[in-house]
Structure formats: C-alpha cells, structure tokens
C-alpha cells in the first residue's frame, strides 16, 4: 500500500481507504461475517483509514466496525460523520422525507457521545459533519466541533458536500482537515470551484463513490438486477433513460482497462489517484475480493495519453444522469 499526507495534519492515511457503508446499508442485505473478515484484510493489506457515519443502519456499521476497531485501533485511522436524524426512527436515505440534518451544537454534543459508545473507542480521528444545515450557521457548527476537539473527544475536523464559500467560513474558526464529496469519472462537479477553495486552503479531498456507485466497475446489470432493498434503484443514473449511454461508456472504459492489464475498478480508482495527491479515495466495499481488487490500484500508473482517452471517452457518452435524486441533491454542496 501507498500512502499520503491528511492535510498538514503529519498524518498518512492509506492512498486507498475504505468506506464501511454499505457493509450494513443501502446496498441490499448484509452479511457480517464476510464484512469482519474485510476488515481484517484491510489491516492485512495496509489499508487503515476507515469510513464509517452514525446514519449507517442507524448506527450499526459503527457497532459492526468497533468488533475490528478496538482490538487493532493503533492500526486504524477512523472517521465517522454526524448531522443526518431520522423522523420514524426508519433508516431513511439520504434526501427522503424520513431524514432531515441537524448540525446544531446541541445534538452534535449528543451525536458524538453515541458514536463514542458505539465505536467502543475514547477518541474519533476526524470526525465529519454529514451535510451543511441550512438552519445553523457553519461557524457555530464548527464552533462546537473545535469545542470536542479541546475535550479530546475528536482529532481532526472534515465537512461533507460543503460548498467553496462553507469551507471558507469553517477554516476561519478551525483548520478543516478533510472534505469528503462525491467524486469519480462520472461526477465531476467539484472541479470547477471546490476542489480549488480545498487546494488553496490546504484540505484533502476525500471521494466517496469513487466507483460512481458501482456502475463504472462493468460488474452490474440494469436497476433491476440489484436486489430490492438496494438504494441505488432509486438513482438516475440506474434509470432506464441513462442506462444505454452508460453501459456503452461503461464497455468501453472496460476495454481502456483490459489495455492497461487493469479491472475497470482499478482504473476508475487510478483516474481519481492521478488527479493530485491531495486526495484520498474510500471506495466502499463489503467483500474481500473486491478490496483486494481495489487495493491494487495504487500500482497503476496512468500517462496523458491514458488521460485523454477516457476524458474522450467521457465527452463521448456524456448523458450519465443525475448522481442523487431531486431531493438528495439539495442536500450537497451547501
């Protein structure tokens, strides 16, 4: 394994993480067993920065992950998020009318203590505000946060899906250590403003979905061939309108893999490494084969002419879709 530098933090963090998400939610049924046994070839491999929110099944993929944690925590750097609450106390997705974000001082005092608990652990390394709300000013948020530093709670601060003019307003009361967004070959949106403000202010970009959800990785079928509880069949992007254009782009990114001796995960892990060593990708992932998989992209290097083919190759199919629904999509880069 490779490894880079969080922030100016002195801290380095495997070049490939591992997002622990869908080992208990959105991604159809669980099977802890397989999940223990991933975590314990992410040590074997040299993969220790783990990811992790208090949202995830309502706090059990903390609970799954504390099983592996405690026993090897000077081996783990572990982020956790706070801010998404649910209405019914139903593990709703991101954008239903079940959720809604609360980045008050108060419930952050509150949130921290459970993911504590939960993660069987007497300190958080970064902790996370999920999404900006709306309703509470980002300095007060932050404000707080800076506070459970000072009490040992937490190390480092990140925010998730802020907006350039939030990670302004956050650095100005505290260093912000890690911005984690949405970020792959098919979303790319951050580019234009947010990851300059987060190259100017010194903080690490964190992608999630690096795989765009799956799809890039040429593994799976239309919407339907995801089980019924999978999340992802309410994303455009699975939709019957975007589904043709993307499974033409998705052989074709196959091939530019096959040519590189690369798995199309691999690659799509390689073009997000290749865009600045400030960014740590945590491809999520529930089995061993695929972490492995996921782990050999760091050994693959990518020249301009490996570049500018799959950015022809983006320009080509460009009708990918939406990357959340309506709803959710409100919710990011606030």
Same mark, same amino acid.
Not at 22 to 49: C, Q, V
Not at 144 to 170: N, P, Q, T, W
């Given at each position: ?12 963090? #495997? ?5 622990? &998400?869908?080992? %208990? ?33 309502? /706090? ?5 992950? %504390?099983?592996? !944690? ?27 009318? /079940? =959720?809604?974000?609360? /980045? ?6 509150? *949130? ?6 939960? $993660? ?24 707080? &946060? ?8 937490? @190390?480092? $601060? ?9 990670? @302004? ?35 690490? !970009? ?7 959800? /799956? ?17 992802? @069949? ?32 691999? $690659? ?16 999520? =992932?529930?089995?061993?084969?695929? $972490?492995?998989?996921? *782990? ?6 990518? %020249?301009? #002419? ?29």
């Amino acid at each position: 394994m490779k490894y880079r530098n969080l922030a100016n933090t002195g801290e380095k963090l #495997s070049a490939v993480g591992l997002g622990c &998400m869908g080992m %208990s939610f959105a991604y159809g049924p669980g099977d802890d067993e397989e999940s223990i046994a991933t975590l314990h070839k992410a040590l074997d491999l040299g993969i220790n920065f783990w990811d992790t929110a208090d949202m995830y099944a309502l /706090g059990k993929n903390e609970e799954l992950i %504390s099983k592996v !944690l405690v026993p090897n925590r000077d081996k783990v750097f572990i982020a956790t998020k706070f801010g998404f609450r649910v209405k019914d106390e139903g593990a709703g997705f991101s954008g239903t009318p /079940g =959720t809604y974000i609360d /980045g008050s001082p108060a419930y952050l005092k509150t *949130a921290v203590e459970a993911s504590l608990k939960r $993660l069987k652990i007497d300190t958080i390394d970064l902790y996370y505000a999920h999404r900006i709300d709306p309703n509470v000013p980002v300095e007060d948020m932050v404000g707080a &946060m800076a506070d459970l530093v000072k009490e040992g709670k937490i @190390r480092y $601060l990140g925010l998730s899906e802020a907006s350039a003019a939030s990670l @302004r307003k956050a650095q100005a009361v505290h260093p912000i250590a890690a911005l984690q967004s949405e970020y792959s070959v098919l979303t790319r949106d951050l580019e234009a403003e947010i990851l300059p403000t987060c190259r100017e202010l010194g903080i690490t !970009l964190v992608p999630y979905s690096p795989l765009a959800r /799956g799809i890039i990785t040429a593994t799976i079928g239309d919407a339907s061939s995801l089980d019924a509880t999978d999340w992802r @069949r309410t994303l455009p992007r699975f939709e019957e309108t975007h589904w043709e254009n993307n499974q033409k782009l998705v052989n074709e990114f196959a091939a530019l893999a096959k040519d590189k001796n690369a798995t199309p995960a691999q $690659l799509a892990l390689a073009w997000v490494l290749a865009q600045g060593e400030d960014i740590i990708p945590i491809p999520g =992932t529930k089995k061993r084969k695929y $972490l492995e998989e996921n *782990a050999g992209a760091v050994n693959i290097e990518l %020249s301009k #002419s490996d570049l500018d083919a799959i950015e022809a190759l983006l320009h080509k199919y460009p009708d990918v879709g939406q990357r959340y629904s309506d709803g959710a999509m409100k919710l990011v880069n606030q």
